[in-house]
């Protein structure tokens, strides 16, 4: 079964950045649509940004601008570089395909201070 590892999640502070990453045991990356998602403290998972098997990127709109999703050379790894960080930002960080259709894992909390 795929399972997905996040990290690179920490503390910074407002206008900062991070550049979180995921990798997967199983070879999903090439063959799907691949997202981040996060969820805040009390607020329900939400989808942030997404990259197309061709390369396709779609943005929520609080992101946009700011933040920018792409896959490693080898296909094996995705990132998602974070600028201009918020106190909103704040959540726990997690990939999966679009249709999360592997297991989550544990995520990574990012964290950002005003």
């Known amino acids: 079964q795929v399972q997905l590892v996040e990290s690179g999640g920490g503390l910074v502070q407002a206008g900062g950045s991070l550049r979180l990453s995921c990798a997967a045991s199983?070879?999903?990356?090439?063959?799907?649509?691949m997202a981040w998602y996060r969820q805040a403290p009390g607020k329900q998972r939400e989808l942030v940004a997404s990259i197309g098997v061709w390369g396709f990127t779609n943005y929520a709109a609080s992101v946009k601008g700011r933040f920018m999703i792409s896959r490693g050379n080898a296909g094996d790894t995705l990132y998602p570089q974070m600028n201009s960080l918020k106190p909103e930002d704040t959540a726990v960080y997690y990939c999966n395909t679009l249709t999360t259709q592997v297991p989550w894992g544990q995520g990574t909390q990012v964290t950002v201070s005003s």
């Open positions: 199983g070879t999903i990356f090439g063959r799907n649509t």
